[in-house]
């Protein structure tokens, strides 16, 4: 008997029964985005604004904005910086990973949630893939970070297929185009070819903050501003990388069986 049948059989089972109830889902204490607490924000204060490098955190400039700061969670890369330089605790860590929304505006902080879906997803996923769904992942120019998290999905721990989600290597077979990188200009025609090679209907996923804004390569040399006004997007998912957990969860919330737990740059409550 080969030693790793030998050491299967002595483990177990080695997957993991989330996301039922209850069930680990492989990251217990792990950070995620830093939460935001405008009302210990101070008034002349922009240390956080200062030590973020791609620009999720803004100052307002206009004395009529209300809140001081413009906190968008599609360009945040969980770096943490914010909540070690801020002295009011105005962004603190927190384990907020699951960060898959449908709209894009969810990724921004506002005051009040005003959740607009960019377009019609549940039902007509429902009906056309039922519990099943071929993806096919394009690499746009990524430092392959998204690549290790993706790779994880398959591992005996998640063991994606278990939830009917499968990679397929050719878009003609594909129902999801999942893109990583921030769609650099040699990669973009290889992109949309890739995108255009899909059967109707198909679907996008913006998978990593350089795909969702571009990141901190947005506006560089090489590339734009990931995947805006390149393909229509169904959901986007931020993080740099976002953990296999948060794939598996945007993965379900395009299928209709995970809800959103982010509305207006917050978790639902």
């Known amino acids: 008997m080969p030693l790793w049948t030998f050491f299967g059989l002595t483990r177990g089972t080695a997957t993991t029964a989330w996301p039922a109830s209850g069930a680990d889902n492989g990251q217990t204490g792990v950070l ?11 008034d002349d204060c922009d240390a956080c604004a200062a030590a973020c490098l791609p620009g999720a955190i803004r100052v307002h400039t206009e004395a ?3 809140a001081r700061l413009d906190v968008d969670y599609g360009r945040c890369v969980a770096c943490q910086l914010c909540t070690e330089v801020c ?3 105005a962004f603190a860590p927190s384990t907020d990973w699951a960060f898959g929304v449908r709209a894009r505006t969810d990724l921004v902080w506002a005051a009040a949630t005003q959740t607009a879906p960019a377009r019609a997803l549940s039902g007509m ?3 056309t893939f039922g ?4 993806v096919r992942h394009v690499d746009s120019g990524s430092c392959n970070g998204c690549e290790s998290e993706l790779q994880a999905l398959n591992n005996p721990f998640y063991n994606l297929h278990r939830l009917g989600i499968f990679f397929t290597p050719s878009p003609r077979f594909a129902d999801l185009l999942l893109v990583t990188g921030p769609v650099t200009y040699a990669m ?3 992109l949309v070819e890739t995108y255009q090679a899909m059967p109707e209907p198909r679907w996008v996923m913006a998978s990593g903050t350089c795909a969702v804004s571009g990141g901190v390569a947005e506006g560089g040399y090489a590339c734009a501003a990931g995947l805006e006004g390149i393909l229509p997007v169904d959901v986007y998912l931020p993080g740099c990388p976002p953990n296999p957990a948060a794939l598996i969860e945007a993965l379900l919330l395009l299928l209709g069986r995970a809800p959103q737990r982010i509305e207006g740059g917050r978790l639902a409550d």
Not at 32 to 42: A, F, I, K, S, V
């Open 32 to 42: 995620g985005m830093p939460r935001h607490y405008p009302d210990r924000c101070q």
């Open 64 to 66: 009529s904005a209300g």
């Open 87 to 89: 002295p009011a605790g």
């Open 125 to 127: 996923i429902r009906s």
């Open 131 to 134: 519990r099943s769904l071929h």
């Open 188 to 190: 973009r025609a290889a």
